[in-house]
């Protein structure tokens, strides 16, 4: 290993063990915003993240409604958290069928009257390792960008008023920041529009991966100007950090007591089926910075891109 790679991995383990010490510190009485009648909603959390995010946010006292795209695999997954005393229910959820999207809306609020929490964890990736894998292209897009933005925008008229803010937690990547040294789009010009509020708008952001896709599918996304390792998966995590700061921006109009706070969030190389255990990160501590954005006390942090409970420049 490189005194460089020595250096990275010493300054990552330190942050590690920071974050774990800082998760041994129990929140205060009048920082706890939340109770047990604090309705929390993950996405995908039948397994890696999302369950580990369940889990903690559980074990904060909030009641979590676990979602999964397969049913049964998701009642087993919400039976080992309720058999360890748990509050969580359960209902299937696949974010890629509005009628599946409708139905768990409906249930939701009739059975709980609105939401005050939104994880949105659910996702795709097929790179493996620094290569690419574009035969997914359309699946990761539609997952990761199409399926989290539809999520927030049916969920957004669900989430109940309160003095603390409703909270959106979308997690996403670094590999979909903006000016990343080794993930960025090369057009400047894009780049400019994109990075400023008065031109960023939804169109753009839907136009830049429709154009991803069409070069995806007549070959000429190499010459395109796309990041060239994790070319799908980075550009649907940069579509979901840009929707999340455009979000930020209109949600900020919303008066005081109807505030909803949308953050993104990086949760490294993790250990999880979707890296192939290849990961460097356990879900318990990728967990950790989605859960602290969601329970943050009187902070009024919004459209942001975090890691390891710091804030990344988009």
């Not at 090369?186 to 753009?204: G, I």
Request: with cysteine.
């Amino acid at each position: 290993m490189s005194g460089k790679k020595e250096k990275s991995s010493e300054k990552r383990e330190k942050r590690l063990q920071e974050i774990s010490l800082l998760r041994t510190i129990h929140y205060s009485d009048h920082q706890r915003w939340w109770s047990e009648e604090t309705i929390a909603v993950v996405t995908g959390a039948n397994r890696g993240i999302g369950f580990e995010i369940a889990k903690q946010l559980a074990g904060h006292g909030l009641t979590v409604i676990l979602t999964s795209r397969d049913t049964r695999v998701g009642i087993e997954a919400a039976k080992v958290l309720q058999e360890g005393g748990f509050n969580v229910d359960v209902h299937q959820l696949n974010i890629l069928d509005n009628e599946s999207v409708s139905e768990f809306a409906k249930w939701i609020k009739e059975k709980y009257g609105g939401v005050d929490i939104l994880i949105n964890n659910a996702g795709v990736n097929y790179n493996i390792g620094s290569g690419n894998s574009m035969e997914f292209a359309k699946q990761v897009i539609d997952t990761n960008y199409y399926g989290t933005k539809n999520m927030v925008k049916v969920m957004i008229p669900l989430m109940r008023p309160s003095a603390a803010g409703a909270r959106i937690v979308n997690v996403s990547s670094r590999l979909g920041k903006l000016n990343g040294r080794r993930s960025r789009i090369e057009d400047e010009a894009l780049r400019e529009k994109l990075s400023n509020l008065e031109t960023l708008s939804e169109e753009l952001i839907d136009n830049m991966v429709s154009t991803f896709l069409q070069q995806v599918e007549n070959n000429s996304w190499q010459s395109g100007g796309w990041p060239q390792k994790f070319t799908d998966y980075a550009v649907s995590k940069l579509a979901v950090n840009l929707y999340s700061v455009l979000m930020a921006n209109q949600l900020a109009e919303r008066p005081e007591g109807e505030k909803i706070y949308i953050n993104c969030y990086c949760p490294g190389w993790v250990k999880t089926a979707m890296t192939s255990w290849a990961g460097n990160v356990s879900a318990e501590h990728a967990a950790d910075t989605g859960v602290w954005l969601a329970l943050l006390p009187n902070k009024e942090v919004t459209g942001k891109l975090f890691a390891e409970r710091r804030e990344l420049k988009l």
